[in-house]
T-cell receptor, first 108, second 117 residues
Framework: GIQVEQSPPDLILQEGANSTLRCNFS?????LQWFHQNPWGQLINLFY???GTKQNGRLSATTVATERYSLLYISSSQTTDSGVYFC??????????FGAGTQVVVTP | DTGVSQDPRHKITKRGQNVTFRCDPI?????LYWYRQTLGQGPEFLTY????????KSRLLSDRFSAERPKGSFSTLEIQRTEQGDSAMYLC???????????????FGAGTRLSVL
């Protein structure tokens, strides 16, 4: 099956800092989503982005499908950005394959 | 749109007992997925339905696990003879797929956290 690797595994940021999270995948995909998992376990949709670039407030994402990677940018980080960020992909219009996630801690 | 709803939110059971979880998808969504997540890992796919048909099951889903979606609306996931290794968060997601919808954007519920003592 498709392999998904996320980096870095952990990230500690000071409030106000910018950061980039990366997701590499081993095969072509027709669906890629970024999620934020809050401390209560809820997975919150951030982006549906199988290709191209999108922005939503302080977050933006870019997927370069031909090179099999996606980037999630967090700008001017806030403590509420803390949590685990997951990349999930599928190439079969069915189940997702998730990466192991990036644990982000934003300190005041 | 009330989102994906899962019940219960938490379940504590003794080893050997049976447990059943329920998932209510977003109303117009025809697909429903079950995933399992253990501490420090990403969610792992278990099974999914399109309407009432179960289209795929993971090898992770042993004979003790069964899922149903009898009328193509809510779904149940049952674990028989629970083991300590079954302790995990069980997540449900739903999406809408069809001839005019080719995105398969999955929306997740808050999950059911199972602890097997």
């Amino acid at each position: 099956g498709i392999q998904v690797e996320q980096s870095p595994p952990d990230l500690i940021l000071q409030e106000g800092a910018n950061s980039t999270l990366r997701c590499n995948f081993s095969d072509s995909v027709n669906n890629l989503q970024w999620f934020h998992q809050n401390p209560w376990g809820q997975l919150i949709n951030l982006f549906y982005i199988p290709s191209g670039t999108k922005q939503n407030g302080r977050l933006s994402a870019t997927t370069v499908a031909t090179e099999r990677y996606s980037l999630l940018y967090i700008s001017s980080s806030q403590t509420t950005d803390s949590g685990v960020y997951f990349c999930a992909v599928t190439h079969s219009w069915g189940k997702f394959q998730f990466g192991a996630g990036t644990q982000v801690v934003v300190t005041p | 749109d009330t989102g994906v709803s899962q019940d219960p939110r938490h379940k504590i059971t003794k080893r050997g007992q049976n447990v059943t979880f329920r998932c209510d998808p977003i109303s117009e969504h025809n697909r429903l997925y079950w995933y399992r997540q253990t501490l420090g890992q990403g969610p792992e796919f278990l099974t999914y339905f399109q309407n009432e048909a179960q289209l795929e099951k993971s090898r992770l889903l042993s004979d003790r696990f069964s899922a149903e979606r009898p009328k193509g609306s809510f779904s149940t996931l049952e674990i028989q003879r629970t083991e300590q290794g079954d302790s995990a968060m069980y997540l449900c997601a739903s999406s809408r797929m069809g001839p005019r919808v080719a995105k398969n954007i999955q929306y997740f519920g808050a999950g059911t956290r199972l602890s097997v003592l």
